[in-house]
């Protein structure tokens, strides 16, 4: 079975991050998209291929919501199954897993995702965690996600076209089928890690907010490197029109 199909279109992917809440606090969110069903609206009007929660905010605005009929069938559910605050400021980070992969298929997941910090101390409980995670949401033919994010000490620059391919590699080799990482500042780095993912494919976090034009200028560069699209949240979410900024970038995801 192609575990893909259902989180993808022709092999492209946009999903709409919103972990947020647990990873940065309610800092990042204004009166409106604090709402998760505001992000929920954002994302089926503008056909996303799959929305990011953490399981209470899964439960309780998309398992159980009837505001918007049968949401299953308009975007799918991807849950996030570890997290970490920004309170916690251990200088080697682990996020925690907070759902299991048997509690995320009864809350409707059509995939999971699991964050492995590469580099820091902590990253043999993370990997074997995610190993894990992969066997258990593969035995109920569940993709899964690996948000690949090298942090510690060890890794003095987490963007470098190095660590950013090792990242990649190591979803890879773990058995994930997509993995999210950060732009690493060009294309050739990008293509890079693209390379060294293998047939594990890539999507590109959208990062913190910042000016629309440079944001989309990225993505069209993100999506000349053989990556199938993005995860993004606060630039989507915390635009003054999220709907015109989201088509803008369907068109440059899915007519690429
Ligand atoms: P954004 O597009 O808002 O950056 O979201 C991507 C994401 O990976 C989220 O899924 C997650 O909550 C956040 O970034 C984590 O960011 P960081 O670890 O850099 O604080």
Not at 118 to 134: D, N, Q, R, T, Y
Request: aromatic share 8%.
């Amino acid at each position: 079975m192609d575990y893909l199909e259902k989180i993808t279109t022709n092999g492209k992917a946009l999903f709409l991050a919103y972990d947020q809440g647990l990873e940065h606090g309610p800092t990042d969110f204004d009166d409106k998209n604090i709402d998760p069903g505001y992000i929920l609206k954002i994302g089926v009007e503008t056909g996303y291929n799959g929305v990011i929660f953490q399981k209470g905010v899964a439960e309780k605005y998309y398992t159980n919501a009837q505001w918007a009929g049968d949401l299953k069938t308009k975007i799918p559910l991807i849950i996030k199954l570890n997290g970490k605050t920004s309170l916690e400021k251990d200088e080697e980070p682990y996020a925690a897993k907070l759902c299991l992969v048997s509690e995320a298929e009864k809350l409707g997941a059509a995939a999971v995702g699991y964050t492995v910090y590469v580099g820091s101390a902590h990253e043999g409980k993370m990997l074997s965690e995610f190993a894990g995670v992969i066997q258990e949401a593969h035995d109920r033919n569940l993709p899964v996600i690996g948000w690949m994010y090298p942090r510690g000490k060890n890794v003095p620059d987490p963007k470098s076209p190095e660590i950013t391919a090792y990242a990649a590699r190591i979803g890879l080799e773990l058995g994930a089928d997509i993995i999210k990482i950060h732009y690493p500042g060009s294309l050739d780095a990008l293509k890079k890690a693209v390379i060294a993912a293998g047939k594990t494919k890539v999507v590109v976090s959208g990062g913190a907010k910042e000016d629309e034009e440079s944001f989309l200028e990225t993505a069209k560069t993100i999506m000349q490197s053989g990556a199938i699209g993005m995860a993004v949240g606060r630039n989507v979410w915390q635009h003054k029109d999220p709907l015109a900024i989201s088509k803008k970038l369907h068109k440059i995801v899915f007519d690429s």
